[in-house]
Every structure is written in structure tokens, then in C-alpha cells.
């Protein structure tokens, strides 16, 4: 039992270039989540999906896409990178109102 | 939105108690949670509170809910280097849409022998 699997762990990207971050939950959880923490601003949230087939958007989804595949994957995506989206990025699972279970995150560095 | 806050940076002595404090606006409150993160790690939950408990006691962990003032602490007794890491403080409630967390920035423990 893995958890919440997230890849790649780290990331260099020149401005302009594209990437998907890939996160995986083997607990069998409704819903998912992927947040991004920043120094001083804790984590905000990029988007959501409470259930296989629905995704929502959260505090900051400005400059991203997500795809929930299938129940237990859900994809970020970064169309056009930009030096502001340098961050760690989260990605966590629920069973629906309930814990969150995060993954070790991914540390993107946009140059 | 709903705001949560904490102090940034707390350092204590291996063996006191260590107190982590934290507000919220939203009146919805329904659950509390506080979350550790170790350096390089993801989050972990810690514990939780439902908004009608005034306390929850779970081993070396104390955390007290005063819901007139939207206050909440996370009190550690003989606190260890172990326990050196960034503590977040989290909400869910009706306003801010009750699937969703809604995180302080983090409290940096550090604990020194």
C-alpha cells in the first residue's frame, strides 16, 4: 500500500515549456486534490475532484489544467510555464469528507 | 475567502511544552485539523477536532477549540527534536465549501536540546 504517489519529485522548466505532474492514490478515495505551498502562504489550493468524472476549481487555478483519469489518478498540468509557478506542489486523496492523505510533493523550479 | 493564521516561528527548549496557536474566520467551522511537516515530506495529520469539543487529548497532544473566538492550539508536552517541524492548522465548514481544507501559512518548531 503506497499511498499517494506523486512524479516526478523534482523539475527544472524554461519559461514557455509545458509539463504534466502525475499523482497516483492506492486507498481506493473519492476525491483528490492538488495544492501548491509557497514560503509564508502555507498551502493554497489548485484544484479538485470529489469524485471520479468531476473536477472543480479552487483558490488559485490561474495557468493550470487537471485531468481526473480514472479513480485513482489525477494529473496537473502547466500549459505554458511561468517563473510565478515555481513552488512545491501537493497532491492529496480523501475518502470524501474526511482526512486528506498528501504525497511527497513535487519541487518545480521555472527559470 | 476565509482567512486562517498562525505565527511563523516558534522555538522552545527539548522537555517544555509547546504551545502553536491559530485563527479562523469561518463561523461554518465544522472540523479542525492540525498537520506536521517534516522537511522534504508531505503533510501528516496529527489530529482533529470537531467545532462542538472545547478539547481533545491524545497522548502528548492537547488541542483546545474556544469557538466564540475562532481560536485553536496545539499544545505538545515534553516536547522532543523530533517534534522540530512546520505545523499547519486547517479548517473545513460550509462557507468554504466543505470538501475543502483551507490551511494557515504554518508554524516552524523548532526544538532545541
Known amino acids: 500500500n503506497a499511498g499517494v504517489t506523486q512524479t516526478p519529485k523534482f523539475q527544472v522548466l524554461k519559461t514557455g515549456q509545458s509539463m504534466t505532474l502525475q499523482c497516483a492514490q492506492d486507498m481506493n478515495h473519492n476525491s483528490m486534490y492538488w495544492y501548491r505551498q509557497d514560503p509564508g502562504m502555507g498551502l493554497r489550493l489548485i484544484y479538485y475532484s470529489a469524485s471520479e468524472g468531476t473536477t472543480d476549481k479552487g483558490e488559485v487555478p490561474n495557468g493550470y489544467n487537471v485531468s481526473r483519469l480514472n479513480k485513482r489518478e489525477f494529473s496537473l498540468r502547466l500549459e505554458s510555464a511561468a517563473p510565478s509557478q515555481t513552488s512545491v506542489y501537493f497532491c492529496?486523496?480523501?475518502?470524501?469528507?474526511?482526512?486528506?492523505?498528501f504525497g511527497p510533493g513535487t519541487r518545480l523550479t521555472v527559470t | 475567502g476565509e482567512d486562517v493564521e498562525q505565527s511563523l516561528f516558534l522555538s522552545v527548549r527539548e522537555g517544555d511544552s509547546s504551545v502553536i496557536n491559530c485563527t479562523y474566520t469561518?463561523?461554518?467551522?465544522?472540523?479542525l485539523y492540525w498537520y506536521k511537516q517534516e522537511p522534504g515530506a508531505g503533510l501528516q495529520l496529527l489530529t482533529y477536532i470537531f467545532s462542538n469539543m472545547d478539547m481533545k487529548q491524545d497522548q502528548r497532544l492537547t488541542v483546545l477549540l474556544n469557538k466564540k473566538d475562532k481560536h485553536l492550539s496545539l499544545r505538545i508536552a515534553d516536547t522532543q527534536t523530533g517534534d522540530s517541524a512546520i505545523y499547519f492548522c486547517a479548517e473545513r465548514g460550509m462557507n468554504t465549501g466543505f470538501q475543502k481544507l483551507v490551511f494557515g501559512t504554518g508554524t516552524r518548531l523548532l526544538v532545541s536540546p
Open positions: 492529496a486523496s480523501s475518502p470524501s469528507f474526511d482526512e486528506q492523505y
Open positions: 469561518d463561523s461554518s467551522s465544522t472540523y
